[in-house]
């Protein structure tokens, strides 16, 4: 491979894609290129135009083509001895929606979370009533408007067997530990006896 002389960058998303590249490396190659820089590839919220609202760090986005496309890239760049830079920020995580599963998965179970030590989160507030709780300012009006108004309501996602706080398009898991106490608030004598188990 090149020393490092010369990159371009790549803004790659759903219609300038990552096998969009491959077909251009050649003409890269002969302007001097010796690297390409591209844009985030990790799977990001869809739709997304830059790719830093990732939502699954362990996938290439299948919108720029996946992992088979990456591979194509990276074979065409080694046939022209280039190489590969790759935009990576380990904070540039979508929150917000539902389509972030560790996201979620922190909203859930806290600091028990598998993914709680992956976002930069101040666990111990100076404030006394914040203490054990994470504050989101997600909500549009004030809380007791928000409530009154039912702008929150809890939900039952069946698909997923959650329990959760939904205000527009985001999702807030209820922690599964306190599924009984909502279980023994319900009218139905079957889902109360459940509570107790």
Known sequence: MKPLTATLRLQLHSDFTLDDAVPLVPYFARLGISHLYASPILTAR???????DVVDPTRVNPELGGEAAL????????????????????NHMAV?????????????????????????????SS???????LLLPFLGSDYGAALQNGEIPLTFDAPQGRFEVAHHEHRF???????????????????????AH
Do not use: K
């Not at 591979?71 to 380990?90: F, K, N, P, W, Y």
């Not at 404030?127 to 709780?133: E, F, K, N, S, V």
């Open 127 to 133: 404030d006394p009533l914040l203490a054990g709780q």
């Open 96 to 124: 917000g929606g539902a389509d972030n599963p560790w996201w979620q998965s922190l909203l859930a179970w806290g600091r028990r979370s598998p993914y709680a030590e992956f976002f930069d989160i101040q666990w111990h």
């Open 173 to 195: 898991p209820i922690c599964p530990l306190d599924y009984g106490r909502i279980l023994g608030q319900a009218e139905d004598p079957r889902l109360q006896a459940l509570a």
């Open 46 to 52: 869809a739709g997304s135009r830059h790719g830093y």
């Open 71 to 90: 591979e194509r890239l990276v074979a065409a760049l080694r046939q022209h001895g280039m190489g590969l830079i790759l935009d990576t920020v380990s």
